[in-house]
């Protein structure tokens, strides 16, 4: 599965931004879909997944500013983001569970600042 996301850039803060990721390669084989972040100086977190079914759940402090949400006819990930925080300053990474193998595109850099 190839991913690439985009939608990345400079927000300010308690302002909105909408991620986008298209896949391609397999995407009749994918369960679940997911984003992940790395922020500057620290360590990869998952911030979000959906499964096939619509199932979503979100990291702790996340919970309630963004939203998950699958376009299966498009094969494409969304994460909208709104609260945005300094904090959520990082690379973001879409990806895609086939199995249970985790394939993961380039990311794409936003930065929440005033």
């Known amino acids: 599965v190839q991913l690439q996301a985009s939608g990345g850039g400079l927000v300010q803060p308690g302002g909105s931004l909408r991620l986008s990721c298209a896949a391609s390669g397999m995407p009749f084989g994918i369960n679940i879909m997911g984003w992940r972040r790395q922020g500057p100086g620290k360590q990869r977190e998952s911030v979000a997944t959906i499964t096939s079914g619509g199932v979503a759940t979100y990291e702790d402090s996340v919970a309630g500013r963004f939203t998950i949400r699958r376009d299966s006819a498009q094969n494409t990930l969304f994460l909208q983001m709104n609260s945005l925080k300094p904090e959520d300053t990082a690379v973001y990474f879409c990806?895609?569970?086939?199995?249970?193998?985790?394939?993961w595109g380039q990311g794409t850099q936003f930065t929440v600042s005033s």
């Open positions: 990806g895609a569970r086939v199995g249970l193998v985790w394939s």
